[in-house]
């Protein structure tokens, strides 16, 4: 399968990872409030780079597909 263009894969995974980022700091926000800025981050990227891989991603090539390969 031919590569998208870079700047097409980059505004892909922008609209995928703002409104995980978005979600997921409303779900968890509260509780991680306290932690420090390392820690909030780790617990969110533990959370957030599997779900773009394994799900968003994959998900929206398939939506996009056709605009990604034009």
Not at 50 to 64: A, S, T
Request: glycine residues 2%; aromatic residues 10%.
């Amino acid at each position: 399968m031919k590569q998208p263009p870079k700047w097409k894969f980059a505004i892909m995974v922008w609209i995928a990872i703002y409104p995980m980022i978005t979600l997921l700091q409303f779900a968890l926000g509260a509780q991680l409030k306290d932690m420090p800025i390392p820690l909030r981050s780790l617990i969110m990227t533990l959370i957030l780079v599997p779900m773009m891989v394994f799900v968003m991603l994959p998900l929206l090539r398939k939506v996009l597909g056709k605009w990604l390969s034009k």
